[in-house]
């Protein structure tokens, strides 16, 4: 009963430095996708892949990269992290990709950058 | 840049009072979905809501769709401590041929006993 595992849960980076997010689901979800959550701003989608080999941006794309090499994973990249970056990051999968499928979140990634 | 606004922000009740929760936007959802939140944790899904004009039940929780498919609420009969948290409502983009949702801002609820 896994689901959504996120890692790590907490990390402090400083600017400039590059990490990666790991996600993993084990309900052979089809899509898959990272937030963002600032305070008073909810849940902005950052990118997401509808399948193995297939990705795109979300709403806040810019300093993030990502990769869907397995069904499995999809990790989130910080290229060179900034303090605008702070956040607590979740990842999320669905079954389908079709609008209106229940979205499954993980746990949340708490990101400091200083 | 579709936006929801959810309303109140904060909210703060005694245990066995009731409560609603909106969620508008200017703009038309294929369905709407209602999440809440505990801390540490990720969202957890309620409700999803598809016609315009739907209401449905969840024990104590009564979520409607608005006609035009551009608002929701949520009301919270007798509410007790356990429902303490952060309820998100999120709209999938009408015509939108992928799962992604847009997060309105939350409302952050605290019951006391």
């Known amino acids: 009963n896994a689901g959504v595992t996120q890692t790590p849960k907490f990390q402090v980076l400083k600017t400039g430095q590059s990490m990666t997010l790991q996600c993993a689901q084990d309900m052979n979800h089809e899509y898959m996708s990272w937030y963002r959550q600032d305070p008073g701003m909810g849940l902005r989608l950052i990118h997401y892949s509808v399948g193995a080999g297939i990705t795109d941006q979300g709403e806040v794309p810019n300093g993030y990269n990502v990769s869907r090499s397995t069904t499995e994973d999809f990790p989130l990249r910080l290229l060179s992290a900034a303090p605008s970056q702070t956040s607590v990051y979740f990842c999320?999968?669905?079954?389908?990709?079709?609008?209106?499928?229940?979205?499954?979140f993980g746990e949340g990634s708490w990101l400091t950058v200083v | 840049t579709q936006l929801l606004e959810q309303s109140p922000q904060f909210l703060s009740i005694q245990e066995g009072e009731n409560l609603t929760v909106y969620c508008n936007s200017s703009?038309?959802?294929?369905?709407l979905q209602w999440y809440r939140q505990e801390p540490g944790e990720g969202p957890v899904l309620l409700v999803t809501v598809v016609t315009g004009g739907e209401v449905k039940k969840l024990k104590r929780l009564t979520f409607q769709f608005g006609d035009a498919r551009k608002d929701s609420s949520l009301h919270i009969t007798a509410a007790q401590p356990g429902d303490t948290g952060l309820y998100l409502c999120a709209g999938a983009a009408y015509g939108g041929a992928t799962n992604k949702l847009i997060f309105g801002t939350g409302t952050l609820l605290a019951v006391q006993p």
């Open positions: 999320a999968s669905s079954y389908s990709y079709s609008s209106g499928n229940t979205i499954y």
């Open positions: 703009s038309v959802f294929s369905s």
